[in-house]
């Protein structure tokens, strides 16, 4: 049972990859991992479960990379420029199961667990923030929560357009792709750090 479980769910993600959610029929989920319909239903509910599921195990792991990179070394703005610019990459590398995860339309089940996702992240960047802020190296007049979700936020919206199905293909290693990824990160650590709160005070 767990075997054929995993089968399902490594068949749903192939699918999410080649062609988003739109290609997450259940049939479509059967035929990939060869088992029957049926069998599909046994284990997941419905579509939405089942592609919840998916969105819940892929997520989980570029929270895990983002934590593993705001545990480690550096300065806070060291770290999270790291963290946003590893998750660029990444969405860079797999673009079409990126898209769906961040802003492809879903049904409702898919983007409740979505939200968990972001949520989680921004977890993450708060404490990145925080730390930030207990140095001096960000700014303290900011609160971490807003500033962490106008970060994830950000982040987020900045790789809708260069991540749709619509837009040129880009290699995951071209100086356009990695460029996209050092400026976007450059621009989440220059929302937080303290040499802006100079011009911020005299406004």
């Not at 892929?58 to 983002?66: A, G, L, T």
């Not at 703005?77 to 990126?98: C, D, P, Q, S």
């Not at 989680?120 to 190296?137: D, H, K, L, P, W």
Request: charged content about 25%; some cysteine; aromatic content about 6%.
């Amino acid at each position: 049972m767990a075997q054929n479980r995993a089968r399902i769910l490594a068949a749903a993600r192939r699918l999410v990859r080649e062609g988003g959610w739109q290609e997450g029929q259940i049939a479509s989920v059967a035929a990939a991992a060869e088992l029957a319909t049926g069998t599909v239903y046994r284990y997941f509910p419905s579509k939405a479960a089942l592609f919840a599921e998916v969105l819940a195990i892929v997520s989980q792991r570029e929270v895990n990379v983002i934590t593993e990179i705001i545990n480690g070394n550096g300065s806070p703005t060291e770290r999270l420029h790291g963290a946003v610019r590893t998750f660029v990459e990444r969405a860079m590398r797999n673009r079409r199961l990126a898209f769906a995860l961040i802003a492809e339309p879903c049904d409702r089940e898919i983007d409740e667990a979505r939200l968990v996702w972001r949520f989680a992240i921004g977890q993450e960047i708060v404490r990145i923030v925080e730390e930030g802020q207990r140095s001096g190296e960000f700014r303290s007049d900011l609160h971490a929560n807003v500033a962490a979700a106008l970060i994830v936020g950000g982040f987020m919206e900045a790789l809708v357009g260069p991540l749709s199905p619509l837009s040129p293909n880009l290699d995951k290693a071209s100086p356009t792709a990695l460029a996209l990824a050092d400026e976007i990160g450059d621009i989440c650590c220059a929302s937080v750090i303290q040499s802006l709160s100079v011009g911020h005070a005299d406004k």
